[in-house]
């Protein structure tokens, strides 16, 4: 009997066919890798058009954040920002904060079809990222916002949403000794005020 047949009577053409020496296939992917290091042009990933070049550079962020002049940067400000973005004191229940709605580890926002409220109900609309929200000029789905600073009141102050009345998030915040001192760093000779909050929401957002 022919071992070399296969059941139908034909050769078997696997038979006597060897595969590559693994030595010989590490060269090879060696050297392709050494050249798109050396001749990166030479990668069939590094040939772009004009039309594309021209949509990364008109798309890039621009190196610096901007800040608007009323509203200068400083690390005493975000840092108190960073405080009341995720202190759900914010809310009238003491159960939500800024980041329940725009989490961090969910690209700033909440993963959701709709935005949850106070009582977990959802919302109309989808709640939008932080991200790359220095560059939007009039915030909001319907660009209703003049600046970023006037943002967090509306969902702070609504009954559907974190449901805090500001005289009341004010008052608390002058009753806490942390608080009081983190605004008189960030706004020296400043009240703790509706403009002194969303200053400092907006400067750790941006």
């Known amino acids: 009997m022919n071992r070399n047949r296969n059941r139908t009577g034909r050769p078997d053409a696997r038979k006597g066919v060897r595969p590559l020496p693994v030595t010989l296939v ?3 992917v060696t050297a392709a890798m050494v050249t798109i290091l050396l001749y990166p042009t030479a ?6 058009d004009e039309t594309h070049r021209q949509w990364r550079d ?8 901007p800040y608007p002049e ?6 005493a400000k975000a840092k108190l920002g960073r405080m009341l973005f995720f202190d759900p004191l914010l809310s009238g229940e003491g159960a939500r904060s800024c980041a329940s709605c725009h989490n961090p580890a969910l690209s700033w926002t909440d993963g959701v079809p709709r935005g949850l409220g106070e009582n977990q109900e959802p919302m109309a ?9 220095a560059w939007v000029p009039m915030p909001g789905w319907r660009g209703q916002f003049p600046d970023l600073e006037a943002v967090a009141f509306t969902p702070m102050t609504s009954p559907k949403i974190m449901n805090r009345k500001l005289d009341d998030l004010i008052t608390a915040l002058k009753g806490i000794p942390g608080y009081v001192a983190a605004f008189a760093e960030a706004f020296p000779g400043a009240p703790i005020s509706r403009d002194t909050i969303g200053k400092a929401l907006a400067t750790f957002q941006r």
């Open 26 to 28: 590490l060269s090879a």
């Open 43 to 48: 990668s069939p990933f590094a040939r772009e």
């Open 58 to 65: 008109e798309y890039r962020l621009p190196d610096k954040i």
């Open 70 to 75: 009323d509203d200068p940067y400083s690390e």
């Open 125 to 133: 609309t989808h709640t939008p990222t932080l991200l790359g929200v």
